[in-house]
């Protein structure tokens, strides 16, 4: 190799625009990469220290962006302002009081939101992408993050192009561009140079990263990885932040709703009481307390240690999400639209025999049938991605005719794509012969035949009937000598046979649809299959009401004659990719949550539509890609334990925010009104923020917490409106028993203000603390509904604090004062007349409350690029500078 920079392939800076105007052989010598030995061990290594990682976007828990997330509540800094001017004019003790409470308050969020961000990348680390890729003369898989400038990079379809390739052998590439380009329609490929100055939608001789390989297949050579990748110019200008989901939406909705609130009632409280003529100060102090009081300081911690704890149940249980926000949305849904193979089915599919044509052999259905194939391995052992190909090669009838194979070369071959359903191979014999062999669907087999025997149409419909899976050998001699094979050479094909595969159901499919059919949804099948064989598997397997509708019907169907087509359908088969896509949105449009279960490629449009995509850690990378949720194992059982710890995490977050609108709202607004009509404030700043942090910890044991039965048997939606109410009818309950708390402070014991604000401290921590047992369950708590021991311990924990504080020594700087053991007597009393309001208060209602549907989701837009972003992503920081080094030659 040359140490000369300016000998060197096209920089990154130049990247593949450069490299698509030259012809590949030159690009593979400027990168001083031979074909095929690819890049060596010791030189991949010296490259990947040069050009760091292929990555796009870093997915690292950062510290900073997690504490500036924590201070920058508008609230915390006017109430820290305002400390310190305190603090300057004399009143140093209370000041000093704050800035403790705020700061604990401000840790206790970043400590508990780190730790979910770590959760986070530790998730994602748990996923990884891989890439085909030639070094040292053996293909092996690689992580695309490894990739560097000179990687040999073999492309299949349904692959995601990891990285800016040169094209250096093709065979029917067409890639799908719309990431970059936005055009539909995907982009037949090629090797040759294209002119200079081609716009990025014409660079023929090249694949994008982040593109999909739609058909055919190629082997291509690394020029850019990262961020000097065209889609990586893309990405570094896009906000690649995470999806806001439709629960992180009613989160900030919700949030937003306090906020108003608060700012209403902090006005509302500082002009009253500069009015009354109390000072500057200390009315500030006062009403920001009031306003923190009312806010969920908490809540983004309370639900990222609830997504953090989920996440990690759900890994236990094989269920891994790209992002924890996805968590919630997946306890949302209540339709799931699934393919049939190895999720209804076994997935180990065997064959069973073959059907010859007349005047044929099933020796020799079985020999077209084994080179009818895109793979040129000739063992069982590699055959590649199709199932039915395995399945074959490994079959008892196979080893008879392996050795015949040694006779045919294959010359040339047309992949499988999911339009034409078929694969074709040109084969030439020892003498010099070509023959075409075609294999697909037996419908669209028998259709490019000259004649099919009504034997064989009626052996074909009865193995549908049984259920089994089939597929049609065809052939003919081709008339000329070419190298090439196209779609219009699939016709006027001598029909050879049949092969028959039997996937027999799981023997735990029934149990799980019927799980699924406990949590509420309802399931649908998707599938390329035959109608006939679908539907005797989904009525074996106990589905009801089985409607059955085709690709074809389906497209002959508008959008609201397919949304009502829908609600009365169970399986659809035969149906193409946009069709798949076609059936999610319109359910999506219809009403609740929809997931799509999928692994091929052909599902990519689906799980891009479906509010919740769901894919196998053995999918294609385009479907992986295109999923939120990824089950480590093909099972609707995971899937629904996926699904019920979703709902678990929904209720246990909702607990929280009824908290929040009831018994502490209806606290702040208490102090709001008594400061109005007392003579002193009701509760100093200092200990409105020590009780909203005491009351706050306790609540860090929701997630922890049980959830009822009847919780987890329905879809969890977000219902700010249902929130609203609970807000204005629990409130007002809380607030009735702050002014009894008053009168007996003020005509029973004839307290003074500091015994005042110590009592009224005292019972509205106990109060705002102990409903979580009321709130936290519909029915009748403790007896019908058990809460978590932690929960449990921390609540009392909470409730004991606070009324063993004024008794000690942080009595005095706190502006406590001892209270008469009377009064815990009445405490008591009130505790327990509350509760029991509230559970009258529950049964009223909830009895009065109706369910309203949601409404209609709506994506960001980009949605598709920024997901694809985040699959080129690392754990370590991403370089930054103009720097951009070049390849080496």
């Known amino acids: 190799m040359t140490a000369l920079a300016s000998e060197r392939a096209p920089a990154p800076e130049q990247g593949v625009v450069s490299a698509a105007v030259r012809p590949a052989d030159d690009v593979l010598g400027a990168l001083d990469v031979g074909v095929p030995e690819g890049l060596s061990a010791a030189e991949v290594l010296r490259r990947q220290a040069e050009f760091g990682p292929n990555a796009v976007a870093t997915h690292r828990a950062r510290v900073f962006p997690v504490l500036w997330h924590q201070l920058r509540s508008p609230l915390l800094g006017l109430l820290a302002a ?108 090629g ?14 001789g090249c694949a994008l990263m982040g593109t999909v390989v739609r058909a055919g297949s190629a082997r291509g050579v690394v020029v850019a990885t990262g961020a000097h990748t065209e889609f990586g110019k893309i990405a570094a200008g896009l906000d690649t932040h995470p999806l806001d989901t439709e629960f992180q939406v009613g989160l900030r909705r919700f949030s937003m709703l306090l906020v108003y609130v608060a700012g209403a009632l902090t006005t509302s409280i500082f002009v009253a009481n500069v009015l ?75 064959y069973m025999r073959a059907v010859p044509a007349d005047g044929q052999s099933p020796q020799t259905v079985v020999r077209w049938g084994l080179l009818a194939t895109e793979n040129e391995a000739r063992d069982a052992r590699d055959v590649g991605g199709n199932l039915l190909d395995q399945a074959l090669w490994q079959s008892p009838a196979s080893v008879g005719e392996r050795a015949a194979l040694e006779q045919y070369k294959q010359v040339a071959v047309l992949p499988f794509d999911h339009e034409r359903r078929l694969v074709s191979v040109l084969l030439r014999d020892r003498n010099d012969r070509l023959r075409l062999v075609t294999k697909g669907a037996p419908e669209t087999v028998m259709d490019r035949c000259v004649t099919v025997p009504a034997a064989a149409r009626d052996a074909l419909a009865v193995e549908f009937e049984a259920g089994n899976r089939v597929v049609a050998v065809a052939t003919r001699p081709a008339v000329t000598e070419t190298t090439t094979l196209a779609p219009d050479d699939e016709h006027g094909l001598t029909f050879v046979g049949l092969l028959v595969f ?64 829908i609600t009365r359908t169970t399986v659809f088969a035969r149906v193409s990719p946009e069709a798949k896509a076609r059936i999610v949105h319109a359910q ?4 609740g949550g929809v997931a799509f279960l999928g692994d091929g490629v052909n599902d990519a449009l689906a799980l891009h539509a479906a509010d ?47 908290m929040g609108t009831s018994s502490n709202f209806g606290n702040m607004a208490s102090a709001a009104g008594a400061s109005l009509f007392l003579s002193f404030l009701p509760m100093l700043p200092s200990q409105i923020l020590l009780n909203n942090l005491l009351y706050d910890t306790s609540q860090l044991a929701i997630p ?73 369950t519909r029915r ?15 609540a009392l924990g909470v409730v004991t604090v606070g009324a063993v504080l004024p008794a000690t020594p942080l009595a005095h700087a706190l502006g406590f004062q001892a209270l008469p053991p009377a009064f815990f007597a009445t405490l008591v009393g009130m505790i327990v007349a509350y509760l029991a309001l509230i559970e009258i208060g529950k049964r009223l209602f909830y009895g009065a409350s109706a369910k309203v549907p949601p409404a209609p989701r709506h994506y960001a837009a980009r949605r598709h690029l920024r997901r694809r972003a985040a699959r080129f992503s690392t754990a370590t920081p991403l370089r930054t500078g103009p720097e951009t080094p070049s390849p080496p030659q």
């Open 612 to 658: 919740v995509g769901i894919s196998v850690d053995s999918a294609t990378d385009v479907a992986k890609d295109a999923a939120d949720v990824i089950l480590l194992e093909k099972d609707l059982n995971v899937l629904a334990d996926g699904v019920g710890e979703g709902r678990r995490i929904f209720a246990n977050t909702i607990k929280y925010v009824l």
């Open 502 to 565: 039997i996937d027999p159901p799981k023997q735990d499919a029934a149990v799980a649809l019927r799980r699924l059919s406990g949590l509420g949804i309802a399931v649908k099948v998707v599938t390329g299959d035959n109608a006939a064989v679908a539907s005797k598997v989904c009525h074996g397997l106990g589905l009801s009401d089985l409607g059955v509708m085709t690709g074809g019907e389906i497209d002959a169907l508008d959008d609201d004659q397919l949304a009502e087509a």
């Open 780 to 794: 009748i708590p403790f007896f019908r509904s058990h809460p978590s021991l932690p929960l449990t311990l921390a």
């Open 276 to 350: 009354l003529h109390r000072p500057i100060i200390d009315a500030l102090l006062f009403s920001l307390a009031i306003a923190v009081g009312i806010t969920p300081q908490l809540l983004p911690a309370v639900v990222s240690t609830s997504l953090a704890a989920g996440s990690r149940r759900m890994s236990r249980r094989k269920v891994l999400v790209k992002r924890l926000v996805c968590i919630e949305d997946l306890g949302d849904v209540d339709v799931l639209f699934t393919d049939k193979t190895g999720t209804l089915t076994t997935g180990r599919i065997e």
């Open 82 to 189: 305002a400390a310190v001017v305190s603090f300057l004019v004399g009143e140093r003790s209370d000041a000093v009081i704050i800035g403790l409470i705020v700061s604990a308050s401000v840790g206790l969020g970043f400590v508990n939101e780190y730790r979910a961000e770590r959760a986070a990348q530790a998730l994602h680390s748990q996923i990884h992408h891989t890439s085909l890729t030639l070094r040292g003369g053996t293909a092996a898989l690689v992580d695309v993050g490894e990739l560097v400038p000179g990687d040999l990079v073999e492309l299949r379809l349904g692959d995601i192009v990891p990285a800016d390739l040169r094209l250096i052998s093709v065979t029917g590439l067409e890639c799908d561009e719309s990431v970059l380009t936005g055009e539909s329609l995907p982009v037949e490929k």
């Open 704 to 776: 922890t917490d049980n959830v009822d039965e009847e919780q987890l048997r329905k879809p969890s939606h977000w219902d700010i409106a249902f929130i609203r109410r609970f807000m204005i009818s629990f409130g007002p309950l809380s607030s009735v028993f702050d002014f009894i708390t008053f009168g007996v402070m003020l005509w029973v014991f004839h307290s003074g203000p500091a015994q005042f604000r110590t009592g009224w401290f005292v019972e509205s921590l106990a109060t705002q603390t102990l409903v979580i047992f009321a709130i936290r």
């Open 588 to 591: 999506r449009l219809s009403r």
């Open 191 to 204: 090797i040759a140079a294209v002119p200079v100055g081609s716009p990025l939608a014409e660079l023929s």
